[in-house]
């Protein structure tokens, strides 16, 4: 794929449609003039050498709202030059001082470098995390396995009702815990379990399908879904546009605590306008004390939240999101809230 990189390469328009932050971007202490990209770097990462707040790097590129949807623009071996005027960055060779020639580069899409740490999210990218009624209404249904063995692996075979033809390639799963939401109690989805795959050998009621993987024992009355076209996740961080008032609901592997560069489930999804590449602040629910004063009298106070670190989101559904934790100064508990930063 050729790609032309010119000095400025993208128009002086900020975010498109997006509130004024109230102040620029500010410099790191220790920000280099400029930066060669190297394979395994990331574009939160790289953008952290040079801004104290990494996630506003789509101000300092001068990206408009359709580059922050596709933004596979920077490659192993570019140089990013930083401008302290602005400040600003920009991709290029440079020539004497600081000078930038445009740049011919012929690369291909999946060496582009990642928004964030592809290997912390990239199980989740494919798999069906979160099922709702609907989905699971039209999903199949394994009814038999061979042999009437209880759990089968991979090469083995199974039956399964509500098979459709023109799909050939199934995941496998097993609906698990429901996912509510804290405060209403009300279950916003069922968070699926994983099995592995499955591919059809023989339409009909039942189907006859050979398990192609399996990360658990899979058996009858697992359910079968369309397997996710495998997805290239390059999204640029941008705030919301919309104030957000969610929670943490769920850590990856059941624990009620984690920190930085673990995935978190969050009680907020494309109904409250999340969408992938939305940055949302961290805050610690600190609880309500009772003062008693000299008299006896009480007085209850609800202790302000504080803010404490920031996730990136990048899987959404109809009521839920996956986020990854970026940056935090202390653990993340369920029951924290995320905001708008």
Known sequence: ??????????????????????????????APDSHTVVRGDTLWGIS????????????VWRLNRDQIRNPH????????????????????????????QPQVYHEDLKDAVASIPMQDIEPF?????????????????????????????PGDTIFAKNIKEDHKVWQVLRPAKPL????TREVLGYEAMYLGSA?????????????????EEI????????????????????????EVAGRLIGIYRGVAETGRNHVV???VGTREGIERGHVLALHRNRGSVVYKDDDGNKETYNLPEKRYGLAFVFRVFDRVSYALVMETDGQVTVGDSVRKP
């Open 265 to 267: 489930t969050l009680s």
């Open 125 to 153: 990218l494919t798999k069906p995390l979160v099922v709702d009624e609907a989905r699971l209404a039209d999903a199949g249904t394994v009814v038999a396995t061979e042999t009437s063995r209880v759990y089968m692996g």
């Open 199 to 215: 591919r059809v050998t023989e339409n009909g009621t039942p189907a006859t399908l050979e398990i192609l993987s399996a990360v």
């Open 180 to 183: 509510t939401d804290p405060v």
């Open 73 to 100: 623009l920077i490659y192993p071996g570019q140089i990013i030059v930083l401008d302290r005027s602005g400040p600003y960055l920009s991709i290029g060779r440079r020539v004497g001082d600081q000078k930038l």
């Open 48 to 59: 952290g050498k040079f801004l104290k707040e990494p996630w506003r790097w789509p101000e």
């Open 219 to 242: 058996g009858t009355g697992d359910r079968l879904v369309v397997t996710d076209k495998p997805d290239i996740f390059s999204y640029m961080p941008h705030a919301p546009e919309q």
């Open 1 to 30: 794929m050729t790609r032309i990189i010119f000095p400025l390469l993208f128009s002086v328009a900020t975010l498109l449609g997006a509130p004024a932050l109230a102040a620029p971007a500010a410099i790191a202490d220790d």
